[in-house]
């Protein structure tokens, strides 16, 4: 992989978008400092994060505590060295792209407090309205970072006893999975989550859940969903090991005080259809993934039902 295939190399990918702040959202203030600033508050809710003087994205994020604390995690991009990966998973990223270039980065902010399922389901129609206006996902969305730099380790305990804790930097080896391109939208966010060519993808026939196994002639990897008895909602959008992703539901039924499990157990049959995608890197599934959240959140009203539960 060159640097001449990596999307947000072209600062023009989204110059016909323009991402101004809709009614709900704040005003673009300044990152740095941000957990000092009294105009965000300190409630849960959405934000997004971009480069001064641009207009693309590069971060959509939720928090379901601190608005202002969960921003101030993120300025730590700022940082003289770059800092791990929590409490932010995307400051590493950021302190990239400005290391690289020297540039400011701004947050808007959409306070919504609600229940955590609400919360992550408007944070996919987010990226995914992003998506689909400008072609990919927002620059460090989904762990990735940019080429020419390795993200630093997690910061715990365990890290720590094992030697394993590490700062990241400025990097020369060969590409990690961190800098693989993503990928668009496989098509529109489109109602009928039930049907066969749902949001662009060439589903499978449904199949009862406990039925799954023998359909595969080996493991693979792709997407799936997951229905009950009731109209044309889903119960769960899944990616990962087909089949044993799939399967690994049924056993969520038998945990007691399971909330997902819970859900399923209620349902008179549980049936499965999926998208086998062998092609894809893990962080292009999650894209995808998200996409098909959005769609059932945008058309059906909120997320499929056993969605972010556990």
């Known amino acids: 992989m060159t640097r001449g295939n990596d999307r947000w190399a072209d600062s023009s990918a989204c110059k016909s978008a323009t991402i101004e702040p809709e009614t709900s959202w704040s005003e673009w203030l300044p ?3 941000i957990s000092r600033n009294p105009a965000v508050p300190r409630t849960p809710g959405i934000y997004r994060v971009r480069r001064v003087g641009r207009n ?13 604390e969960r921003l101030g995690a993120l300025s730590r991009c700022y940082n003289d060295e770059m800092p791990y990966r929590d409490p932010h998973t995307a400051a590493p990223a950021l302190w990239a792209l400005r ?22 389901g408007r944070e996919a129609l987010e990226i995914a309205l992003y998506r689909q206006q400008c072609g990919n996902s927002p620059t460090v969305q989904f762990g990735r970072v940019p080429l020419g730099y390795r993200a630093s380790s997690q ?5 720590v006893a094992a030697g394993a804790r590490f ?37 499978s026939a449904w199949l009862p859940l406990h039925e799954v196994g023998s359909n595969f002639a080996q493991v693979t990897v792709g997407l799936y969903r997951i ?8 119960l769960y959008v899944g990616q990962g090991a087909l089949p044993n992703r799939p399967r690994a539901h049924l056993a969520k039924i038998a945990k007691a005080d399971h909330a997902q499990g819970a859900i399923l157990a209620m349902q008179k049959s549980l049936e499965v ?31 499929p039902a056993a969605q972010f539960i556990g």
Request: a negative charge.
């Open 31 to 33: 990152l740095r400092g």
């Open 56 to 68: 693309e994205l590069d971060y959509i994020g939720q928090t379901g505590r601190n608005l202002r």
């Open 227 to 234: 229905r009950g008895d009731s109209g044309g909602e889903l």
């Open 99 to 120: 290391h690289s270039s020297g540039c400011e980065f701004e947050a808007s902010v959409y306070p919504l407090d609600v229940d955590a399922p609400t919360r992550k």
């Open 273 to 303: 259809s999926w998208v086998a995608t062998p092609e894809l890197a893990s962080h292009q599934l999650l894209e995808l993934e998200n996409d098909l959240i959005a769609a059932h959140v945008l058309h059906m009203g909120s997320a």
């Open 155 to 159: 910061n715990n305990s365990r890290l």
């Open 167 to 203: 700062r990241g930097g400025a990097y020369s080896g060969p590409p990690l999975a961190e800098h693989h391109v993503g990928t668009g939208p496989k098509g529109r966010l489109s109602p009928a989550p039930q049907t066969e060519s749902w949001c662009g993808h060439s589903w």
